[in-house]
């Protein structure tokens, strides 16, 4: 079965802290597909990233941030230098790569962050 | 070009009735699945269309159901109203049902009385 846990429930910064959102999934694939949304106070969740299993490259979007670990089945988020505009819950997610499964995501409980100036 | 749209935003119903949901995708995109989100549950899948046809289904009771149109616009339907069912409701849009970048809209919040 698939899992997403995000054990931090809420997170506080301070404005320009550094700030990483912890994602551990569990499946039994080999191919499947990890991902990262941000769901601000207005309700719609915001696309992020989208990773492959095979794509254990960390990648790097202006503050953003990510690193796929396979050995420990985590995908952890970073914000470098947070702004108060980061504030929102975020989610990670994991779809299988089985065609008729690609959009059935699985979702963790979400991380809120609180990003205070 | 216009993002995935929710109608209505906002929606109070009461136990017993039926409510339905409508999605416009994004133009262009032919799959559309559907999310409920509670703060008990969290998000969890509905199911999905591709071509006015169900593809997969999540674990709901038959009271759910839903359809998609020939242009892609989606509906779900919530049968015989009851109090869990208050959610916000999403829906999601990819271009076809290989691609799995799929793309929010804001949300139906219902409220079950």
């Known amino acids: 079965a698939q899992k997403v846990t995000q054990a931090q429930t809420e997170i506080s910064v301070v404005e320009k802290e550094d700030v990483t959102l912890d994602c551990v999934y569990e499946?039994?694939?080999?191919?499947?597909?990890l991902f990262w949304y941000k769901q601000p106070p207005s309700g719609e969740l915001v696309f992020l990233i989208r990773r492959n299993s095979f794509d254990e490259q960390n990648e790097i979007s202006g503050r953003y941030s990510w690193n796929f670990q396979k050995s420990t089945s985590s995908f952890n988020f970073t914000i470098t230098a947070s702004q108060v505009v980061d504030s929102a819950v975020y989610f990670c997610a994991l779809s299988e790569a089985y065609i008729y499964n690609f959009n059935k995501f699985y979702f963790g409980s979400g991380t809120k962050l609180n990003v205070k100036p | 070009k216009a993002g995935v749209t929710q109608t209505p935003r906002y929606l109070i119903k009461t136990r017993g009735q039926q409510v339905t949901l409508s999605c416009s995708p994004i133009?262009?995109?032919?799959?559309v699945s559907w999310y409920q989100q509670t703060p008990g549950q969290g998000l969890q899948f509905l199911f999905e269309?591709?071509?006015?046809?169900?593809?997969n289904k999540g674990n709901f009771p038959g009271r759910f159901s839903g359809r998609q149109f020939s242009n892609s616009r989606s509906e779900m339907n919530v049968s015989t109203l009851e109090l869990g069912d208050s959610a916000l409701y999403l829906c999601?849009?990819?271009?076809?049902?290989?691609?799995?970048?799929?793309?929010f809209g804001p949300g139906t919040r219902l409220t079950v009385l």
């Open positions: 133009s262009g995109h032919r799959s």
């Open positions: 269309y591709f071509s006015e046809t169900q593809r």
């Open positions: 499946t039994r694939d080999t191919t499947y597909y």
């Open positions: 999601a849009s990819s271009l076809h049902a290989g691609d799995n970048e799929q793309f």
